[in-house]
Every structure is written in structure tokens, then in C-alpha cells.
T-cell receptor, first 114, second 112 residues
């Protein structure tokens, strides 16, 4: 079974631009979550989607948005990029929404804002 | 609100020595706890999880963790370190739905 696939792996953008990151979950998984990882703030939760509905949202500005499609694939969008948005963005998929269910992570998209 | 704290941002061990990574949690409900490992330029890989079935949890690559409610701890151990264990390790707690709250991470260096 293929794992979580994130594209692209690396991205360089200029301040003020917008960017879209893509995540394909493990086949059959309907829950997708997104995390931002930076050296200063560590791993921070962005949002979670299940069956195309946003279930949880982290404490990030409105420039960060996401969506999930009917095939469970998810995208996140960051508009008006700032230098501080440079980070590793990780996507995780889970088979269901359940306290004991583990999350499987993709390899991440490394975003650099210049 | 649920949270985890990892004591020690860096740990250095000799090859063959015990690896001990500390994680303490805070939770208003029975916790669900996880340990993940991250190798350079990679995503997170699940090592093990605690879901109240057993207090001693065995994971992959020889790692295990013990849940101690009285100490609010979920420390990760491995009896004998291998060079391939050099990585960053994260303790995490389920906060709501599938939202994970992570500790700050512990980077492990293995000396030959």
C-alpha cells in the first residue's frame, strides 16, 4: 500500500506570492491533517479534514487555508507569503477519527520564502 | 488542554548503551500518547502508541515505552543504541479528533 504522498517536495517562493501544497493520503484513509514544522516553533497543527469537512483548526492566520476533495486528497494554500512561512509542511492521514488511531505522515514539502 | 513536555532537547549516547528519552504529559482526560521518529529531511515515522490497553508498549526497532499515570510520564527506551538510531524523536498526545500536540523533540546523537 502506498504511503502518504506530498507534492512538491521542495518549493521556493517570493514574499507576497501564494502557494498550494498537495497531499494524497493512504488509500482508504479519509482523515487528513496538516502540520507546520520550524526550528523555532516545532511542530504545530494547522488543520484537519474528514470527508471534505474541516474538523479542527490550529492557531494560524487566515492566510492559511485548506480543503479536501471527494477522493480524500487535500490541498493547503498560503496566500501573501511571509519570510516566516518558511518551514517543512507535513501532511498526515488516518483511517478514521478516533482517539487511538495513529497518523501516518508524508515526507513533507519544504517551503522556502525569499 | 492536553500537552506534552520532552526533557532534554539533545541526548548523546554511546553505541550499545541504553537510550532513555523522557516525556511527561498533561491531560484532563485519559491520554492517548505516541512516539514518532524523524530522520533528516524525512517525515515522521510512528514508533509506538499507548491507547490504555497495556502500560508497557513495544514498538518498532527495539523501542518500548512505559505509561505511568502516577508520574504522568511516557518515557521511551531502547536497551542498546545503534548508529541508525541517530534521529529526532517526538512525543505526542491526541488533543481532539486526529489533532496531535507534539513535544519539542529530542535529538539523539549516537557515538561509536
Amino acid at each position: 500500500k502506498a504511503g502518504v504522498t506530498q507534492t512538491p517536495r521542495y518549493l521556493i517562493k517570493t514574499r507576497g506570492q501564494q502557494v498550494t501544497l498537495s497531499c494524497s493520503p493512504i488509500s482508504g484513509h479519509r482523515s487528513v491533517s496538516w502540520y507546520q514544522q520550524t526550528p523555532g516553533q516545532g511542530l504545530q497543527f494547522l488543520f484537519e479534514y474528514f470527508s471534505e469537512t474541516q474538523r479542527n483548526k490550529g492557531n494560524f492566520p487566515g492566510r492559511f487555508s485548506g480543503r479536501q476533495f471527494s477522493n480524500s486528497r487535500s490541498e493547503m494554500n498560503v496566500s501573501t507569503l511571509e519570510l516566516g512561512d518558511s518551514a517543512l509542511y507535513l501532511c498526515a492521514s488516518s483511517s478514521k477519527v478516533d482517539w487511538g488511531t495513529e497518523a501516518f505522515f508524508g515526507q513533507g514539502t519544504r517551503l522556502t520564502v525569499v | 488542554a492536553q500537552s506534552v513536555t520532552q526533557l532534554g532537547s539533545h541526548v548523546s549516547v554511546s553505541e550499545g548503551a541504553l537510550v532513555l528519552l523522557r516525556c511527561n504529559y498533561s491531560s484532563s482526560v485519559p491520554p492517548y500518547l505516541f512516539w514518532y521518529v524523524q530522520y533528516p529531511n524525512q517525515g515522521l515515522q510512528l514508533l509506538l502508541k499507548y491507547t490504555s490497553a497495556a502500560t508497557l508498549v513495544k514498538g518498532i526497532n527495539g523501542f518500548e515505552a512505559e505509561f505511568k499515570k502516577s508520574e504522568t510520564s511516557f518515557h521511551l527506551t531502547k536497551p542498546s543504541a545503534h548508529m541508525s538510531d541517530a534521529a529526532e524523536y517526538f512525543c505526542a498526545i491526541k488533543a481532539a479528533g486526529n489533532k496531535l500536540t507534539f513535544g519539542g523533540g529530542t535529538r539523539v546523537l549516537v557515538k561509536p
